[in-house]
Structure formats: C-alpha cells, structure tokens
C-alpha cells in the first residue's frame, strides 16, 4: 500500500508507530541518503514493505523511474483536505496525485481525513478522479475535550489566566497557538520567566531548529509549545492533555483539527480560545487579495459565531460538519454555565441609541465608556458626554456591557465595520428594536464557574490508578524509548499505562486485556510491566481484601452499582471488578442482578464466535454493542465457572 502524506515528520512518526506494533512499514522522502533510499527500494521489490509512505512531490517523481516495478495494491491519501482549494490546509503539490490515475485507473483509492465540511469532501472526490466512490463519516464528536471561550479579554489579564491555568496542569503536555511568529517568541519568553519549560515554533525558523523543538515536544524534554499553526500536523503526541488560542482561527476547520490535537488518548484535556476584534480585522486583511475573498471571510464569520455562541458549542461543531445533536454535551463553557436570559429591550435600546448618536463612528469599548458616563479624554475631546445616553448604562459594569454588545452584534442588531477602524453600525434588525415594541432577550452575565478537572474523567478514565505504579511504568516507558530513539507515547500511550495501575494485570493473559497492548508489545514488554505491577503491588493483602469487604457490606445492604461507587468514591468499573472477584471467591453474590441469563447466553455465542477469546472488545464488537461492556465480563466471570 502507498500512502500519501505531506509532511516528513508525519509519515516518521507513523512509520515508528507500525513498526513498534509489528508492522513492515517505511517512508520514503528527501531526508534520507541515497544509500537509505535503495535499501528502501529494494526492500519494496522483495516485497517486505506493506506501507511505503510517500509526499505527493516524491510520488510522482519515483513513479517515473522505480515505482512502476513495484506491486501496488492500494493507494491511500492522507490529509486528503489538502488536495481542495476549499480545504483549510491547501496544497497545490496535491494536485498531482490525479496524474497517476491513468495508470492505475483498475487500483482502490481511499482518500482520508479529519477535518472536511460538504463541500471539501465532494470537491476531493473531484480533484483526485475518484470512481464511485463510498464515502464514511464517522463522528466528529471528542467527548473528552472540554471546549472553552473568552471574549475581548486584556493582555494582562489573559496573561494572569493563562498562568493559573497552568499552574493547575503542572507537566501537562499542551501548545499555545498564535496568529504572528512574533507573538509566539513573545509567548514562550514570558512563560519561560515564568517558570515554565516552554519553546516557540514557527515557520520563521531554520528547519534543523525547528526539528529540534518538536522532537523535543514529542519526547517530553519540555511541555509547552508557542506555535503558529505551521505547528501540529506531523504530531501525533497521545498525551497532549490542554491548547489554547492566543487568537480566533481562519476558520473552523482549522480550529477542530488543532484543538483535535489534545487527548487523543480519550483522556480528558482542555482547550481554551481567546479573540478579540481586532482578530478579524487581521483575518480579514489577510484574505483581501484572494480570488476566494468572499468564501474565506465567511468561513471567518462562521468561527466569530462559534466564539460568540450562546447555546453548546460542541453541537455547533457537529452541525458544521453535519453531524447534528439537540442534546447539551455538558462538557463546554455554556453548557457548564447556561444563560439565564432577561429582558433586554432596554439595554439593548440604550446601546443602539448612543451609536446612532454618535453617527455611528465608534467601536465597541468607547460605546461602553459612553453608557457607563466613564470620564476618559478622548470621549470629552468629541463631546459624546453631552449626549442623552451618556451614563444611561452606569448599572451594568465594564465587563456586563461586553457580554450584552458581543450577543447584540451575534444576534445581527450591530453589525462591526472591519474595513473601517471596527466602527459599529446599526443593522435594520437593529433598527426594529430600536423604534418598535418587538421584545427582545440578552443571556445575563454569570460568573464562571473554577474548572473542575476531575469531573471531565467521567466518560473516559473512569479508574484509580496506584500513582506509584503508573511514575514506575512511565519511568520504565521513557528508558525504553530513548533505548529505541522513538518518542515515549510509541511506546505506550498515556491511557495504557493508567490502565495497568489501575487495573494491576497478574498475568499476560489479564495484560492483553488492557487497551493499548497487542501481542508484539506483548511479548517485548509484557515480562517487564507485569514485574513491575508484582513489586508495587500493596504488601498488605488484608487492605486489599478490606476494600472488596466493603463492597461485598454494600451489596448485602442492597445498595445499586452506582449507589456503592458514589458510597465508596469508586468507579462503577471497579466496583463491577470487586462483584466478580467477590462471586470467583464463592461468595454469595447474585451476578444475574446486573446481567440476564439471555445475555449471557448471547455472550457465550460470540465468545464462541471469536475463537472462544476473553477479551471484551472482540465480544463487544461481535455483538455489534448490544451487551455493554461490564455485561460482558460479568457474563465472562460466570461462564468461566461453570462452563
């Protein structure tokens, strides 16, 4: 298979993957000596290679010479928004790959990626010439990640946030985006003052010294990255737990591929947008010139929605790329914090009265000075204090008055003059408020809630690792990885190991359970990870059999799964473990409460199906997801004692 890639890092560092999980796969790119490339070449002829990865430059120059003696099966092409004009990330070199479908008109082609709304898949489907094809949408939903927005925030007190933040993710992997090169130099120095391990990334550097900075991201040596978003698509970093916008993205597209580069371990992370107006202004004037001006500005309307966005933020995501869910995700800032709404004629009455008072020649925050009656020079340098709506709005403070403008320019009454030094002019909706009784509402200002991290691990990691086991199997992860030059989450990613201190696998058949551990890394760490889990194992078994004790008091008190983890500050998972262990042991524990003879039966069946396997996820996936995964192992738990 040939697999089309545009970065050099990004076929590396998938190439080390495959090969650490056992598969024959190699990259084949302008960064290697000819002596490398022969090998490679030869190794392709002989047929030990099953991925070739290539850049699209590389791919049409080898197809004129050695490719075409090669046995090419499958064409894949990643990153496939490169290849459209309307894809965020376009690359004009893309366009080649069509060239290469004469000669393999008869070849299955698969064009993948993450990041496409309608009108870049179907325009993909045109720029590479292909067939009929079938197209598979899966989710764009990541639960995991918690989606933030602060609006027209200052620099200090941005700075001051962003601080705390980070000081409540001490060595958490994260990477701070930014429009200018010049504001990620900014950003890494005043981190690195700090206190922070920080390092800025931009296109602006020598090649080797950027090389360097993601290979030291990639191999934890320092955790954060101050980066223009040349920065990320090589990264394939499991670990990355926060990002952060220093500034509204172009367009959605590349702001879900970029926050979409946190947590991909389905571990919770966090990510935060910060913007202001004068971001698009900036947006705007760098689109000016284009021949897609007008597309382009409105993708840039389309973020200002979102970060303007009163109601869940996942679900506009998921509407843009059309996916639609009526259901609040509970996991964004609005969601956490829903609006109450007031009545907001009046406000929104004093605020259009001033701008047409003022000839609608003023921005945003001399409006608010106008409202609250503020005492400022330039305010009585054009005598706006003698105006009848000077003061009006002194109830409302400084930061009330954004929260109310910010929803009045979203819900079209004020519409903002981004060619014309941000002035504000009233819209005709605007207009209707103003000289009508049509009612109006505004969401009230509240005040946010403190982050609660630990309430995120709901959906994902619903587990209680031993911390001194998981710094012993990550300390194990790192020599292994330098042992190997590879980078550590190659190796194991993150939500692995915490499985392994949670759960303390005794034997392999318990360690090829855990997510993550397929039978090559099986046989190369298996040995290692299960002595490790023997040595920090508690000493003192009658504390381990206390807490099953505990649990087995609660279930003879009738209490539901969910009753005893609340009771217990457990997992359901974990209680579900301390219920089985509790039946094996020849308690009298009645494990047809929580699942149906019916079910067991039907586990039985694809049990038998998958070569009589005990691994959860073969059942699960056999069962195409009708019997839920604690069914299954409790199904398993009474199929291996009596059958």
């Given at each position: 298979?040939?697999?089309?890639?545009?970065?050099i890092?990004l076929?590396?560092?998938q190439?080390?993957?495959?090969?650490a999980?056992g598969?024959?796969?190699?990259y084949?790119?302008?960064?290697q000596s000819?002596f490398?490339?022969r090998?490679?070449?030869d190794?392709c002829l002989?047929?030990?290679i099953?991925?070739?990865?290539l850049?699209?430059?590389?791919?049409v120059?080898?197809f004129?010479?050695?490719?075409k003696n090669?046995?090419v099966s499958?064409?894949?092409?990643?990153?496939a928004?490169?290849?459209?004009?309307w894809?965020?990330d376009?690359?004009?070199e893309?366009?080649q790959?069509?060239?290469?479908?004469?000669?393999?008109r008869?070849?299955?082609?698969?064009a993948?990626?993450?990041?496409?709304d309608?009108?870049t898949?179907k325009d993909?489907?045109?720029?590479?010439?292909l067939?009929?094809p079938?197209?598979f949408l899966?989710s764009?939903n990541?639960?995991n990640?918690?989606l933030?927005?602060r609006s027209?925030?200052?620099?200090k007190?941005k700075?001051?946030?962003?601080?705390?933040?980070l000081h409540a993710?001490?060595?958490?992997a994260?990477?701070?985006?930014?429009?200018?090169r010049?504001?990620?130099e900014?950003?890494?120095?005043f981190?690195n003052?700090?206190?922070?391990?920080?390092?800025?990334y931009?296109a602006?550097?020598?090649?080797s010294?950027?090389?360097?900075?993601?290979d030291?991201?990639i191999?934890?040596?320092?955790?954060i990255?101050c980066?223009?978003i040349a920065f990320?698509?090589g990264?394939?970093?499991s670990?990355?737990?926060w990002?952060?916008?220093?500034?509204?993205?172009?367009?959605?597209e590349?702001?879900?591929q970029?926050i979409?580069?946190a947590?991909?371990?389905g571990?919770p992370?966090?990510?935060?947008?910060?913007?202001?107006?004068?971001d698009?202004?900036l947006?705007?004037?760098?689109?000016?010139?284009s021949e897609?001006k007008?597309?382009y500005?409105?993708?840039i309307r389309?973020?200002?929605?979102?970060?303007?966005?009163?109601s869940?933020?996942?679900n506009i995501?998921l509407?843009?790329?059309?996916e639609?869910n009526e259901?609040?995700?509970n996991n964004c800032?609005?969601c956490?914090?829903p609006?109450?709404?007031i009545d907001?004629?009046?406000?929104a009455q004093m605020a259009?009265s001033?701008i047409m008072?003022?000839n609608q020649?003023?921005g945003?925050?001399?409006?608010?000075?106008i409202l609250r009656?503020?005492k400022?020079?330039d305010?009585?340098d054009h005598g706006y204090h003698?105006l009848?709506?000077y003061?009006?709005?002194?109830a409302?403070s400084?930061?009330?008055?954004?929260?109310?403008?910010?929803?009045?320019i979203?819900?079209?009454?004020?519409?903002?003059?981004?060619?014309d030094y941000?002035?504000l002019?009233?819209?005709?909706?605007?207009?209707e408020i103003?000289r009508t009784?049509?009612?109006?509402q505004?969401?009230?200002?509240?005040i946010?809630?403190k982050?609660?991290?630990?309430?995120?691990?709901?959906?994902?990691?619903a587990s209680?690792p031993?911390?001194a086991?998981?710094?012993a199997?990550k300390?194990?992860r790192?020599?292994?990885?330098?042992?190997n030059k590879?980078p550590?989450?190659?190796?194991?990613?993150d939500?692995t190991l915490?499985?392994?201190a949670?759960?303390?696998?005794k034997?392999e058949f318990e360690?090829?359970?855990?997510?993550?551990?397929?039978k090559?890394?099986?046989?190369?760490?298996?040995?290692?990870i299960l002595?490790?889990v023997?040595?920090?194992?508690?000493?003192?078994?009658?504390s381990?059999?206390?807490?099953i004790?505990?649990?087995?008091?609660?279930?003879q008190?009738?209490?539901?799964?969910e009753?005893?983890?609340?009771?217990?500050?457990?997992?359901?998972?974990?209680?579900?473990g301390?219920?089985?262990?509790l039946?094996?042991?020849?308690?009298?524990?009645?494990l047809?409460?929580?699942?149906?003879?019916?079910e067991?039966?039907q586990v039985k069946?694809a049990?038998?199906?998958?070569?009589?396997?005990n691994?959860?996820r073969p059942?699960y996936?056999?069962?195409?997801?009708?019997v839920?995964?604690?069914k299954?192992?409790?199904?398993?738990t009474?199929?291996?004692?009596?059958?």
């Open positions: 298979t040939l697999v089309i890639s545009p970065l890092s076929m590396r560092d190439v080390e993957a495959l090969k999980s598969v024959q796969a190699a084949f790119n302008s960064s000819d490398d490339k090998l490679i070449i190794d002989e047929n030990k099953k991925l070739l990865y850049s699209p430059e590389t791919l120059h080898a004129e010479s050695w490719l090669i046995p499958f064409i894949a092409v990643d990153e928004h490169c290849v459209s004009m894809g965020h376009f690359r004009p893309y366009g790959i069509k060239a290469l479908r004469s000669h393999y008869n070849m299955p082609f698969m993948l990626t993450a990041t496409a309608k009108i898949r993909i489907s045109t720029q590479l010439d067939v009929n079938q197209l899966s764009f990541r639960e990640l918690n933030a927005v027209q925030v200052p620099k007190q700075e001051k946030e962003i601080i705390n933040f993710r001490q060595d958490e994260g990477i701070i985006y930014c429009l200018s010049k504001e990620c900014k950003w890494s120095s981190l003052s700090n206190g922070f391990n920080a390092r800025h931009h602006g550097m020598d090649s010294n950027r090389e360097a900075v993601q030291g991201f191999n934890d040596n320092y955790t990255i980066a223009t990320g698509m990264i394939d970093k670990n990355v737990r990002v952060i916008h220093n500034n509204l993205p172009k367009n959605i590349g702001y879900y970029e979409g580069r947590g991909r371990d571990l992370s966090d990510t935060v947008l910060y913007y202001n107006y004068r698009v202004v947006l705007n004037d760098f689109v000016k010139d897609f007008e597309t500005q409105e993708k389309r973020i200002l929605n979102y970060a303007e966005a009163t869940c933020r996942r995501l509407s843009y790329f059309g639609f259901e609040p995700c800032d609005v956490k914090n609006p109450e709404f907001g004629k009046t406000i259009l001033a008072r003022t020649q003023i945003v925050n001399l409006l608010i000075n009656g503020a400022t020079m305010l009585f003698k009848k709506t003061g009006v709005g002194k409302h400084f930061v009330d008055w954004q929260h109310f403008m910010n929803q009045m979203n819900l079209g009454l004020i519409e903002i003059a981004y060619d941000l002035k002019k009233v819209t005709q909706a605007g207009d103003l009784s049509k009612p109006f505004l969401s009230k200002p509240t946010a809630k982050s609660e991290k630990a309430k995120n691990t709901k959906k994902v990691a209680n031993d911390d086991l998981l710094d199997l300390s194990y790192k020599g292994v990885a330098q042992q590879v550590a989450y190659v190796i194991f990613h939500a915490t499985e392994i949670s759960r303390k696998p034997n360690l090829l359970e855990i997510q993550g551990m397929g090559v890394k099986l046989d190369r760490f298996g040995g290692m002595k490790l023997d040595e920090n194992r508690s000493p003192n078994k009658k381990k059999k206390s807490t004790d505990e649990t087995f008091t609660l279930y008190d009738g209490l539901s799964v009753e005893m983890a609340q009771e217990r500050n457990l997992s359901p998972t974990t209680i579900y301390h219920l089985c262990k039946y094996e042991d020849d308690r009298p524990i009645d047809n409460r929580y699942v149906t003879e019916f067991v039966n069946q049990r038998k199906a998958q070569r009589n396997t691994q959860l059942i996936d056999q069962l195409k997801g009708d839920d995964f604690h299954i192992a409790l199904a398993l009474i199929l291996s004692k009596y059958h």
